[in-house]
């Protein structure tokens, strides 16, 4: 079987013939400026290969909905169709179900957000929430600072409007407040002014940290100062394993802050319902764009959604997912002290999914990946995470996924592809590949 870069099955040479002659794009010199930018992710080319059972994959940032009691979750949506089947097939608004806005509303509430239902839009994930902020705010050239590394979702979403990414820097306590005064300065004096900061607070994707309490704060109060727009993106914030979820910069500011969730990681990703939370204008101009992008969201998924948070245990539920993945990030924390190389480093997320693991001075992780592959284990490179495509001496560990046992045995066999690779530099000088940090 042959998988392409998305990880479907593609036809075979002859087929491919006979349905597709021609294998160069006719229409190449005719798509618009804004999709020359589109390609693949470094993650979902991943994908096809990584999905192989005798890969062990750190690769990919898929939830374990398996720990879900599936056959409970199938009586329940049974009952939905039989119940309510004329309403959950039917058409709804674009701003989604008001029961499950209500809901929501009471999910924000474990981040001591206060929200009413009518300031909540309905999305597919996250995912579209960010494509259509972006849609309304952004014009080719137009600056959005993100964190260094940032979210490869976001960061395609934003190419996809030809935005101009400007990384601000982080460090184990999330972003760093002065770099951001410095980067909105920096922006300022080039003419710009940046549309929005975008940001992701808890157990952040890629890099596995948290924005610390005490700088909660003080990034709030820059970016009022300037006038600068939030866009707190918040996948994992129920996730954390050491203590209560912390405050949503939201909880702080409701003009200032556009806060995103989604049910992906705390109920079932296939699902696809996110939301946004908005102040009323751009809430308004969120409705708008997704009833042009979509009509209306699907009204199954959001009352799937909704069933479930009316009838079944779900902060029970969040606890179990919390427990599960506590154990596997424990279990690659101790693999990593026992088993990389010296000159490597890693992060110590307190939640999620990710750990980021810096390699040793000259060993590049993307030049690496193919041997890693050889080797049976996958990750994505960091490159994946800054638009300039730099982070090149840094790679990103899921360990959402794989159980402990097969967590070890990856690290295992990275940190032998490793130890190689740091025997190839000491052999013959590094490769001549793009900067390696
Ligand atoms: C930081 C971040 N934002 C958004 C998303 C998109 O999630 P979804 O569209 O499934 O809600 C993800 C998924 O991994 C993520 O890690």
């Known amino acids: 079987m042959i998988l392409d870069d998305f990880g479907r099955e593609s036809v075979t040479g002859e087929q491919q013939s006979a349905s597709q002659p021609q294998r160069i794009d006719r229409y190449v010199g005719q798509y618009a400026e804004r999709a020359v930018d589109m390609v693949a992710s470094e993650i979902r080319a991943l994908f096809a290969v990584a999905a192989r059972p005798e890969i ?3 690769a990919g940032g898929s939830p374990y ?7 409970v979750v199938g009586e329940m949506i049974g009952q939905l169709i039989a119940n309510h089947g004329a309403t ?6 674009a701003q989604g179900d008001a029961g499950l806005r209500e809901r929501i509303c009471d999910v924000m509430a474990l981040e001591q957000i206060r929200a009413h239902p009518d300031e909540v839009v309905i999305t597919v994930g996250s995912q579209q929430a960010l494509d259509l ?12 600072l993100v964190e260094a590394p940032s979210y490869v979702g976001a960061l395609g979403a934003f190419a996809a409007y030809q935005a101009n990414v400007v990384h601000v820097p982080m460090d184990d306590d999330g972003l760093i407040p002065e770099a951001l005064e410095e980067a909105i300065a920096r922006t300022a004096a080039a003419g710009k002014r940046a549309k929005f900061l975008y940001t992701v607070p808890n157990f952040q994707n890629p890099a596995g940290v948290t924005l610390a309490a005490g700088r909660r704060h003080r990034i709030l109060d820059i970016c009022r100062r300037v006038g600068l727009l939030v866009v707190e993106d918040n996948p994992y914030g129920l996730l954390g394993f050491e203590s209560e979820p912390m405050r949503a ?3 702080d500011d409701a003009e200032g802050v556009v806060y995103l969730g989604t049910f992906s990681k705390t109920f079932a990703a296939g699902v696809r319902v996110g939301w946004a939370l908005a102040p009323p204008a751009i809430r308004d101009k969120l409705i ?7 009509l209306c969201h699907s009204s199954f998924s959001q009352l799937t959604v909704r069933e479930y948070l009316n009838t079944q245990p779900w902060q029970e539920q969040i606890k179990d997912f919390r427990e599960l993945y506590r154990e ?4 690659t924390l101790t693999a990593l002290s026992a088993m990389m190389p010296p000159g490597c480093h890693w992060t110590r997320p307190a939640g999620g999914f990710y750990v980021w693991l810096g390699l040793p001075e000259g060993i590049n992780a993307k030049a690496m990946l193919p041997r890693a592959i050889s080797s049976r284990v996958a990750y994505v490179p960091g490159t994946g995470f800054y638009a300039d495509g730099s982070g090149g001496g ?3 560990l899921c360990y959402s996924f794989p159980d402990p046992d097969r967590i070890t045995e990856g690290v295992r066999r990275l940190a032998s592809v490793i130890e190689n690779e740091i025997q190839l530099r000491d052999d013959f000088g590094p490769p001549r590949t793009p900067a390696t940090r």
């Open 88 to 93: 959950a097939l039917q058409y709804c608004t």
């Open 65 to 71: 909905v398996a720990a879900l009691p599936l056959d």
């Open 394 to 396: 840094f790679a990103r």
């Open 133 to 144: 902020l972006t849609r309304i705010f952004i014009d080719p050239g137009d600056v959005i």
């Open 288 to 294: 708008l764009a997704a009833e042009s992008a979509v």
């Open 56 to 58: 062990v994959s750190l």
């Open 328 to 331: 596997r990030r424990d279990a």
């Open 249 to 251: 910069l939201r909880a």
